[in-house]
């Protein structure tokens, strides 16, 4: 972060490539310069920062809020939550969200993380099974979202005949549809009404899962608020699912997509840990870290940023930044990935990594062992990709083994 120059003009940012190709139109962007105006996912006007070195530093920087609150008036609209699941550790800033953090800490310990294991492979395992004898299938569909949902479930200690249909909600609030605005009410509605009677039965007859044990910190010590509570359990099915889908989507189809780097991780599975997080650098599941708003003027990439505007971190560019990673746009599993921005930086780092480390390693494991000739089942220029400049993830991955 140097020197101020002048505020850039508004670059020309076609939506429709960031969303077919983002790496393409981020590079674009990456190398006209680090800083540039454009419209935000919401519409408005917001700065892109595109440049590893300023991403990771910017990420890190206390003066970048995550409270809407710091927004300026007229500014970042945003998705529209209650507060019963807008109080969570993406829209805190310090003293709240150490305070939540070092809370919901306590409960969410490496011992809970490494108990899951064992039900991880046996989930895994058992859509494996379901999969085999079909000799095709949406990989998405049959194995990348039921295995996250079991998982997060299982963590939360939701009972499996009470798991609704969770994809539908968190499609409905991360892709909404602008001639449906009534679905993401819906999805609102369907998601208060059922963690206020998850939280219930928790209280009546509490387990050793991580919502009881959150309750515990609630209620024992009232430093929680029942807010608090309910938007923690929101945050951690919503980020806990969502990010896991399209993490271990994207990483198999570019295993898929590059066949000596998937041979070289069957030849050698104890490379899964390092592949995994090159994996989720080379096609992480975010190409935008979560907004925020400088707290007062501050200077990025030599452009300063004026107090209360929408500030977006390009991970997808930073990524895929020469500057720090050698022949970014080549997968390379023997590659040091460690300082990839895929599971954040700093005081906001992903309080799930090791869990969605877990399962991507185990996710991946499992299916290239199971299905030693696993193949796309159309040509790659005919996939279907989230229209989400929030997420990137396939609608489905037709494979056949």
């Given at each position: 972060?140097?020197a101020?120059t002048t ?5 020309a ?9 983002p790496?393409a ?19 408005l ?10 991403v ?6 206390p003066?970048?809020s ?12 945003g ?6 699941l807008?109080a969570?550790l993406?829209?805190m ?24 294991r ?9 859509l494996?099974?379901?999969m085999?004898?079909?000799g ?6 049959a194995?990348a ?15 499996e ?6 994809r539908?909600w968190?499609?409905?609030?991360v ?5 449906r ?8 509605g369907a998601l208060?009404?059922?963690f206020a009677?998850l939280?219930?039965r928790?209280?009546a007859?509490?387990a050793?899962d991580?919502l ?9 010590e009232?430093?929680l608020?029942?807010?608090?509570l309910m938007s ?9 699912y969502?990010?896991?889908v399209?993490l271990i ?8 997509q590059?066949p000596a ?6 030849a ?5 840990g390092?592949?995994?997080?090159e ?6 599941p975010?190409?935008?870290a ?5 707290t007062e ?5 030599g452009?300063?940023v004026?107090?209360?505007?929408t500030?977006l ?15 970014p746009d080549?997968l390379?599993?023997?590659?040091d ?19 969605a480390r877990?399962e991507?390693e185990?996710?991946l ?10 193949e796309?089942?159309?040509?790659a220029?005919r ?7 929030r ?5 489905a991955?037709p494979?056949?083994?």
């Amino acid at each position: 972060m140097d020197a101020s120059t002048t505020p850039p003009a508004p670059a020309a940012v076609d939506p429709a490539e960031l969303l077919a190709d983002p790496y393409a139109g981020y590079a674009r962007l990456r190398e006209a310069g680090p800083v540039h105006r454009v419209a935000g996912t919401d519409g408005l006007p917001a700065w892109l920062v595109t440049r590893y070195e300023d991403v990771r530093q910017a990420l890190a920087d206390p003066r970048f809020s995550l409270d809407k609150a710091n927004s300026k008036p007229g500014g970042y609209r945003g998705l529209a939550l209650p507060p019963a699941l807008d109080a969570n550790l993406l829209n805190m800033d310090p003293p709240d969200h150490t305070r939540v953090r070092r809370l919901v800490s306590r409960a969410f310990t490496p011992r809970r993380i490494a108990l899951l294991r064992e039900p991880v492979r046996r989930t895994a395992d058992a859509l494996l099974d379901a999969m085999a004898p079909l000799g095709r299938a949406d990989l998405i569909a049959a194995y990348a979202a039921p295995l996250p949902i079991a998982v997060i479930c299982e963590l939360l200690g939701v009972a499996e005949e009470d798991r609704p249909d969770f994809r539908s909600w968190t499609d409905a609030l991360v892709v909404p549809d602008p001639a449906r605005p009534e679905r993401t009410k819906e999805a609102v509605g369907a998601l208060l009404a059922f963690f206020a009677r998850l939280l219930a039965r928790k209280r009546a007859e509490p387990a050793d899962d991580l919502l009881s044990a959150m309750i515990a910190v609630r209620d024992e010590e009232d430093r929680l608020s029942e807010d608090e509570l309910m938007s923690l359990a929101f945050l951690i099915l919503f980020a806990g699912y969502e990010n896991t889908v399209h993490l271990i989507g994207n990483a198999t189809l570019a295993l898929l997509q590059n066949p000596a780097q998937l041979a070289a991780l069957r030849a050698d599975p104890d490379r899964l840990g390092p592949a995994v997080e090159e994996l989720a650098r080379f096609d992480g599941p975010a190409p935008l870290a979560i907004r925020r708003f400088p707290t007062e003027d501050v200077t990025v990439g030599g452009v300063t940023v004026p107090a209360g505007e929408t500030v977006l971190l390009s991970l997808a560019a930073a990524h895929r930044d020469p500057r720090r990673f050698a022949e970014p746009d080549r997968l390379d599993i023997g590659r040091d990935a460690t300082g990839h921005l895929a599971l954040g930086h700093g005081i906001h780092y992903c309080l799930g990594a090791p869990l969605a480390r877990l399962e991507t390693e185990i996710a991946l494991g499992a299916l290239v062992e199971r299905f030693p000739r696993l193949e796309l089942d159309v040509p790659a220029d005919r996939l279907e990709w989230r229209p989400s400049m929030r997420t990137r993830g396939l609608l489905a991955l037709p494979v056949r083994y």
